[in-house]
C-alpha cells in the first residue's frame, strides 16, 4: 500500500499533481533491503529506476585492479539504477549496495513505456526523468574536475548529513577520490 507520503515525495520529485503522482504510483511496487545487500538487476539489465524512499546505497564499479570505486551515494528521494543500461538494454557494470536498511520503489521500463503510449503527459515525465538522470551524472563530473575534496565532503553533507554519518568512512573516502586518512583530517578542519 502506497502511502500519502510517498506520492507527495514523488509529486515533489517529478514535479507533478499529487492525482499524476498517484496514476504512476499504481505501476510502481516497493522493495525493502536490509544493510549491506546487492541490489542485483534482472539478468544483469537495469531495465527498471528506483526511488529510495529511505535509507542509502552506492554505486560502484570494480576497476582492472580488483578495487571497488564508489561512484555515487545515493540516499533519501534520489533515483537509483544505471541509467546507461535502462537506455540501451545492455548489461550494466555497475553494482549497487545498500549502505544502510534501504527502502526502494521501482518502476519497470515496459510499465512506464505502456503509460507513455496511453497519455503523452508520461513522455513529458520519462523526458524529465531523463533530465535528472543527466543532471546528476553532469553533477558528479562538475564535482569530480573542479571541486576540492573537502568541498566535495561539505556538498555531501549539504544533501544528507543524518544518513553521511551512518555510512563507512571507506566508502565516503572512495567516492570522494581521497583516501580515508585524508577523510579524517577533512572532517577533524570541519568540526
Known amino acids: 500500500m502506497m502511502t500519502s507520503t510517498i506520492k507527495e515525495k514523488l509529486a515533489e520529485t517529478l514535479q507533478i499533481s ?35 524512499l529511505n535509507g542509502a546505497v552506492r554505486i560502484y ?3 582492472e585492479k580488483g578495487e571497488d ?14 541509467y546507461a543500461s535502462y537506455i540501451t538494454g545492455k548489461k550494466s557494470m555497475a553494482v549497487i549496495q545498500t549502505l544502510l536498511k534501504t527502502e526502494v520503489l521501482y518502476f519497470d521500463k515496459k510499465d512506464i513505456e505502456t503509460l507513455v503510449r496511453k497519455d503523452i503527459f508520461w ?46 568512512q571507506k566508502y565516503i573516502s572512495s567516492y570522494l577520490g581521497i583516501t580515508p586518512q585524508s577523510l579524517s583530517r577533512i572532517r577533524k578542519r570541519i568540526y
Open 123 to 168: 513522455l513529458g515525465i520519462a523526458k524529465h526523468i531523463s533530465d535528472l538522470a543527466f543532471l546528476d551524472a553532469k553533477q558528479r563530473l562538475d564535482e569530480l574536475f573542479f571541486y576540492t575534496p573537502e568541498e566535495r565532503y561539505l556538498n555531501l553533507l549539504k544533501k544528507s548529513p543524518e544518513i553521511l554519518n551512518k555510512i563507512p
Open 18 to 52: 499529487t492525482e499524476r503522482a498517484a496514476e504512476f504510483l499504481e505501476i510502481g511496487y516497493i522493495v525493502n533491503y536490509d544493510k549491506s545487500k546487492m541490489i542485483e538487476p534482472r539478468n544483469g539489465v537495469f531495465d527498471c529506476l528506483g526511488f529510495i
Open 61 to 63: 564499479y570494480i576497476n
Open 69 to 82: 570505486i564508489s561512484y555515487l551515494l545515493q540516499v533519501n528521494n534520489d533515483v537509483i539504477g544505471d
